[in-house]
């Protein structure tokens, strides 16, 4: 019994296969800016450190939220509250105690996003990082990506066919590149990054400018292998 050349797993004289790789490469504004938050307290106890660690957890809360909707995401990533030994001497003498509260804002708004990392930096004893520049899981730049994808693997196996005098015929198979156990060359991007850190001290005369920060544009990559058959070329 023969099977359709359809079915084949390559082509036949006549109906060959022209098989291709479809990329496209856009750069876009980023959607949303994420920033981390590293609140710090220190006490000869661990009952001062504690409060002292509350209130100005406390104090970066409310600030975040104050902004209202900009602030899509606001998380608690970490807790610690540790002990620093004596360097001096044979039992475990308690010098200090060290706490910290990691938290991570995510902004949609990015005059605000300066304005804000301005204002937690200042506060007292506050790490601020980031920013780190991203597009939303469900942006429409991906889905435009992936479209010119497959319109360049379209063009491409055209010009195939017509160096050969022949026409395409039909589309066999299209896949994402790592759909077929094939090495991803790149991810798509969508978390780029420009980092910088603020750390506040104990004393502030007056509030600082709001920082102007500038958005780092993403870069959006997709891959897509394409298979055709072709009629008989002409040679």
């Known amino acids: 019994m023969t099977q359709d050349a359809s079915h084949q797993p390559y082509g036949t004289p006549e ?54 909707d900009p602030v899509e995401k606001l998380e608690t990533g970490a807790f610690s509250i540790t002990p620093e030994l004596t360097r001096h001497g044979r039992g475990e003498r308690i010098r200090a105690y060290h706490g910290r509260v990691h938290l991570t804002a995510e902004l949609n708004d990015f005059t605000t996003l300066g304005e804000l990392a301005t204002r937690l930096a200042d506060l007292e004893l506050t790490q601020v990082d980031g920013p780190w520049w991203a597009l939303r899981p469900t942006s ?50 969508g978390a780029g990054m420009r980092t910088m850190a603020f750390s506040a001290a104990e004393d502030t005369a007056a509030p600082a400018p709001a920082l102007d920060l500038e958005p780092q544009r993403q870069t959006v990559y997709a891959q897509v292998n394409a298979r055709f058959t072709m009629t008989p070329p002409r040679l």
């Not at 759909?179 to 991007?189: R, V, Y």
């Open 140 to 189: 429409p730049a991906h889905g435009e990506a992936r479209r010119q994808a497959v319109l360049e693997a379209v063009q491409r196996a055209r010009e195939y066919a017509a160096a050969l005098g022949a026409d395409l015929a039909a589309l066999v198979e299209l896949a994402d590149l790592g759909a077929e156990n094939a090495p991803t060359p790149f991810q798509a991007a």
């Open 15 to 68: 109906v060959p296969r022209v098989a291709v790789r479809g990329e496209a490469t856009l750069e876009v504004d980023p959607e949303i800016a994420r920033i981390g938050i590293t609140v710090s307290a220190r006490g000869t106890d661990r009952r001062t450190a504690l409060e002292d660690l509350t209130r100005r957890n406390n104090a970066v809360l409310d600030l975040v939220k104050s902004y209202g």
